[in-house]
Structures are given as C-alpha cells and as structure tokens.
C-alpha cells in the first residue's frame, strides 16, 4: 500500500502541465548540477545511479536546451564540467513551485488528522529515501 501511494504522488507530479516539457529527471538531474558546479558527467551519472551514455543523452538534451553548460577545466583540457545556466536555475525555480503548489492543493484538502498523520510519517518516509550506503544526497 505504501508503494503504491509513493508511487501514485510520483506519477502525478510528473503528469504536472507545467512540467510537461520537462523529462521526470531534468529537475534532479539539474539540482545536482546546480550544488556541484564543475561536476563530470561520470561523478553525475555515479551520483543518479546512471549508466554514463543514459546521463550523457539527458545532459546533451539539457545543454541543448540551454539548461546547462559544459566547461573545460582549465587545468585539464580533457575533462569538462557542469555549470547551470540562468534558464536552468529559472527552470529549478519553475518545476519547486509547480510541485509544492500541486502538494499543497492536495494536504489542504486533507481532514486535520489526516494532515498529522502525515507529520508522523514524514520523517520515516524521508528514511525510505535515503540511501542505506549514504553516497545519495537529497534532490
């Protein structure tokens, strides 16, 4: 049953209108990118738990749509890191607000007992997210 619930709000908030143009990962993808300036698509696709030439698709895709830079390091020509944009911080900002909007509609139509049973569950529910190895950080 839990499954099923955490699965339901997930899919909805996917189905968002606003976040219609936007795959499901772009807003973590571009979360990641933006509290690890600099970050290698290897150590990105590690984090998300991707293979490299999935994370390499979506980071193309981004780039392309100007949410995200690639800039060579400028010790090692070779290796490029990850930079945000203003339309990818826009765009962060854009997908929060849509998501705590829809979450917000939803608990406010919820009876007071209701709402308290979710204060309860919340911190367990942020454990069953949790990486039990600890090397994913929150989105």
Sequence with gaps: MIEQGVFRIYRSLRQQPALKD???Q???LLKQVARRPGIGLSDLARLERLR???I???INRLTAAGL???VHDS???RRVGLHITAKG???IRHATEVRHAFIAERVAALSEAE???LRIAAPILMRLGDDPAGDIPES
């Design 22 to 24: 936007m795959a499901p």
């Design 26 to 28: 772009d807003p973590v």
């Design 52 to 54: 490299a030439p999935t």
């Design 56 to 58: 390499t698709s979506h």
């Design 68 to 70: 995200v830079r690639r």
């Design 75 to 77: 010790h090692d020509r």
């Design 89 to 91: 911080q826009r765009a």
């Design 115 to 117: 709402v308290e049973a």
